[in-house]
């Protein structure tokens, strides 16, 4: 398994162009299921987790392939025939978002056999909306052994879907699902996160009737059949917010180009209150850092367009070298502080209590060797090093491959240390 060494201090200065987001461009995928006519997805970005779907799909009948496009990454993904309904648990254990291939099955098919995902290292994360969704929908839902059974065999109805919490998962499976369903559904405390306007923005140019998608109410009218399409997948806003608290904590200016500063606007306000100089553009955003130390800043996770849970570790890791005391919330998933005690083997000073920790800046951080844990948490661990003092050793960085494009390759063009060595013989753990 390969691991990421960084040596800290030096100074982030240029252009980082993100890709397209791995969020947006997994449920994109589950999407070509719908039609037996080919969907082209342009903007893709290559990631482990992306391969990992495509695998899937092709068990499932679709032809995957992947090209480059004018504009990068495409894939173009043809399922002609459903060749199997069946979803194992070994595939979707590797990556909870294949559960989402559930919906897109029933609704073509009428009928589907997908492994419940199981439990995360980021905390439960139970899928008992998605299945109320679909039995909203009129879905039978059997669960046997570890496995969803589900059928409609004479096909989804529409309805009215009431979600208790705003989920992004069970919001994009409903929407997958009632695209094809007969009737009007409507979603409300929908989830409101950007990728939710992609997928509709994508199912609508295969012949969906998608309304609202990106508020809190989504308004679908079924239709009886989708058809082929190209879509672009939007740009990855957690890689932006990434590297704009990467630039933040390793000082200089970075240019983050093919993004949009909108996307993370929640992110913006607080580094700037934190005391780094953000400008937005057309194409993205610039991020500069000064010699001054940052002060520290309280924020909370919340669902979009509050502060993003992907992004919580990434500013922890910022908020260890701040001049006082910050304050971090972590309201959506229980157990996503597991970068605290690798951040504290860096010198950071956190404690933390339930969903809360709190952060005492230090003076420097030290390099070491430190454990990738989730995807998140692990990035954090690189940004975390390039202001640490000598050589950190961010191990198991398979998470990383998980959600990071070319990650060596983009931080080094701005002038971070930072390479990969290969292979450590400890086999890649699964998640
Ligand atoms: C997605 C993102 C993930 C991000 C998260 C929150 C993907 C592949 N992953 O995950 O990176 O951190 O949104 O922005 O897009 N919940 C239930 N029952 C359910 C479903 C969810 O109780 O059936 C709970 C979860 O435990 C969590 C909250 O709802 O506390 C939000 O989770 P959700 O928005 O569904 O996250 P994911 O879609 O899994």
């Given at each position: 398994?390969?691991?990421?060494?960084i040596?800290?201090?030096?100074?982030?200065?240029?252009q980082?162009p993100?890709?397209?987001?791995k969020?947006?461009?997994?449920?994109?995928?589950?999407?070509?299921?719908?039609?037996?006519?080919?969907?082209?997805?342009?903007?893709?970005?290559?990631?482990?987790?992306?391969?990992?779907?495509?695998?899937?799909?092709?068990?499932?009948?679709?032809?995957?392939?992947?090209?480059e496009?004018?504009?990068?990454?495409e894939?173009?993904?043809?399922?002609?025939e459903?060749v199997?309904?069946?979803?194992?648990?070994?595939l979707?254990?590797?990556?909870?978002?294949?559960f989402n291939?559930?919906?897109?099955?029933?609704?073509?098919?009428?009928?589907?056999k997908?492994?419940?995902?199981?439990?995360?290292?980021?905390?439960?994360?139970?899928?008992d909306?998605?299945?109320?969704?679909l039995?909203?929908?009129?879905?039978?839902?059997?669960?046997?052994?570890?496995?969803?059974y589900?059928?409609?065999?004479?096909?989804?109805?529409?309805?009215?879907i009431?979600?208790?919490?705003?989920?992004?998962?069970?919001?994009?499976?409903?929407?997958l699902?009632?695209?094809?369903?007969?009737?009007?559904?409507?979603?409300?405390?929908?989830?409101?996160?950007?990728?939710l306007?992609?997928?509709?923005?994508?199912?609508?140019?295969?012949?969906?009737k998608?309304?609202?998608?990106?508020?809190?109410?989504?308004?679908?009218q079924g239709?009886s059949?989708?058809?082929g399409?190209t879509h672009s997948v939007?740009?990855d806003?957690i890689?932006?917010?990434?590297?704009?608290?990467?630039?933040?904590?390793a000082?200089?200016?970075?240019r983050l180009?093919?993004t949009?500063?909108?996307?993370?606007?929640?992110?913006?306000?607080?580094?700037?209150?934190?005391?780094?100089?953000?400008?937005?553009?057309d194409?993205?955003?610039?991020?500069?850092?000064?010699?001054?130390?940052?002060r520290?800043?309280?924020?909370?996770?919340?669902?979009?367009?509050?502060f993003?849970?992907?992004?919580?570790?990434?500013?922890?890791?910022l908020?260890?070298?701040?001049d006082?005391?910050?304050?971090?919330?972590?309201?959506?998933?229980?157990?996503?502080?597991?970068?605290?005690?690798?951040?504290?083997?860096?010198?950071?000073?956190?404690?933390v209590?339930?969903g809360?920790?709190?952060?005492?800046?230090?003076?420097?951080?030290?390099?070491?060797q430190?454990?990738?844990?989730?995807?998140?948490a692990?990035?954090?661990l690189?940004i975390?090093?390039?202001?640490?003092?000598?050589?950190?050793?961010?191990?198991?960085?398979?998470?990383?491959?998980?959600?990071f494009?070319?990650l060596?390759?983009?931080?080094?063009?701005?002038?971070?240390q930072v390479?990969?060595l290969?292979?450590?013989?400890?086999?890649?753990?699964v998640?």
């Amino acid at each position: 398994m390969d691991r990421i060494a960084i040596v800290g201090g030096a100074k982030l200065n240029g252009q980082i162009p993100i890709s397209g987001a791995k969020n947006s461009a997994i449920k994109l995928m589950a999407a070509s299921l719908l039609t037996d006519e080919p969907l082209r997805l342009t903007n893709m970005p290559r990631l482990a987790d992306t391969r990992f779907l495509g695998k899937l799909l092709q068990r499932l009948g679709a032809e995957v392939v992947e090209a480059e496009g004018p504009d990068g990454g495409e894939t173009l993904l043809t399922t002609r025939e459903i060749v199997s309904g069946f979803a194992p648990y070994d595939l979707v254990r590797q990556m909870r978002a294949s559960f989402n291939v559930l919906g897109p099955l029933l609704a073509r098919t009428g009928q589907a056999k997908v492994s419940l995902p199981g439990g995360c290292t980021i905390g439960a994360r139970p899928v008992d909306l998605h299945l109320k969704a679909l039995e909203a929908l009129g879905a039978r839902i059997d669960l046997h052994e570890g496995y969803v059974y589900a059928q409609a065999p004479r096909g989804l109805k529409g309805a009215v879907i009431n979600f208790p919490i705003n989920s992004v998962g069970a919001t994009e499976h409903a929407m997958l699902a009632a695209v094809l369903a007969d009737g009007d559904t409507v979603l409300e405390n929908a989830a409101a996160e950007p990728e939710l306007a992609d997928l509709a923005e994508c199912l609508n140019a295969m012949g969906a009737k998608v309304s609202g998608a990106g508020t809190r109410t989504v308004h679908i009218q079924g239709v009886s059949r989708l058809h082929g399409a190209t879509h672009s997948v939007i740009p990855d806003r957690i890689e932006t917010g990434t590297y704009a608290v990467a630039a933040a904590m390793a000082g200089g200016e970075v240019r983050l180009t093919r993004t949009r500063g909108h996307l993370i606007q929640s992110l913006i306000d607080k580094l700037i209150e934190a005391g780094v100089e953000v400008t937005t553009h057309d194409d993205g955003l610039t991020v500069k850092r000064g010699p001054d130390r940052l002060r520290p800043v309280e924020i909370e996770t919340a669902p979009h367009p509050g502060f993003a849970t992907d992004l919580q570790a990434q500013f922890m890791a910022l908020m260890t070298l701040a001049d006082g005391e910050s304050i971090i919330r972590e309201t959506i998933f229980e157990n996503r502080f597991m970068h605290v005690p690798e951040l504290g083997r860096l010198g950071a000073d956190i404690s933390v209590q339930g969903g809360e920790a709190r952060v005492r800046g230090v003076e420097a951080l030290t390099g070491a060797q430190v454990m990738a844990t989730d995807l998140r948490a692990s990035v954090s661990l690189v940004i975390a090093g390039l202001a640490a003092r000598g050589e950190t050793i961010v191990n198991r960085v398979y998470h990383l491959d998980r959600g990071f494009e070319r990650l060596e390759e983009k931080l080094g063009a701005c002038g971070a240390q930072v390479r990969r060595l290969k292979g450590d013989g400890v086999e890649a753990e699964v998640e």
